[in-house]
């Protein structure tokens, strides 16, 4: 099925391919990121994502942790997701699918790689806040301290995965 902006996908409504032009991040400093953290209100949880340059995500980071607010962390990829690995000590919660969550912890992925729970858990002890790893249609994992806690996700007829993980940690957070 051909979507509107160069994204491919399968039947099961799995990304096959997806192209855009991510060159507008680099474009994101410290110095142009900064009136936006001034204007934040002192409850609210700071969301970055892993397009972020790695020097603008650790300008963000350390001034929400100097203001003692909460980051949340997107992952966006497994190639972007290494980006978070040196503040994983200072993210709140992070939110990652299994190959991204094996990426930030340095993982080598082969065959099924490791579960969810695994992964969630092995963030945790990495230093994050809580740790919340998804597996598709499977069981996703939530970790924080010692305790890890497996959830079904709700059965759902996929049109597309575009935008699934932004939508899950948002409604996530919200809630």
């Known amino acids: 099925t051909h979507l509107p902006g160069d994204i491919e996908q399968r039947a099961d409504g799995s990304l096959l391919i997806g192209i855009a032009d991510m060159s507008i ?8 990121a900064a009136p ?20 603008t995500l650790a300008f963000i980071v350390g001034e929400a942790n100097a203001a003692g607010r909460g980051i949340a962390a997107l992952s966006v990829s ?15 919660v992070l939110f990652a699918n299994r190959r991204e969550a094996a990426a930030i912890l340095d993982r080598e992925w082969t065959g099924k790689g490791p579960p ?27 970790a924080t301290g010692s ?6 996700p709700f059965r759902a007829a996929v049109q597309s995965v575009n935008g699934a993980g932004d939508a899950f940690a948002a409604g996530t957070l919200y809630g």
Do not use: C, M
């Open 116 to 142: 969810a729970a695994e992964l969630a858990s092995a963030l945790v002890l990495a230093g994050v806040g809580g740790a919340v790893v998804t597996d598709s249609s499977d069981p996703l994992s939530v």
């Open 78 to 92: 497994p190639a972007k997701a290494r980006r978070l690995a040196p503040l994983i000590d200072h993210i709140t």
């Open 36 to 55: 936006a953290l001034t204007a934040a209100t002192a409850d609210s949880v700071w969301v970055v994502d892993a397009n972020l340059p790695l020097e």
């Open 25 to 32: 991040y680099d474009e994101l400093t410290p110095a142009l």
């Open 147 to 152: 305790d890890v806690r497996s959830l079904v």
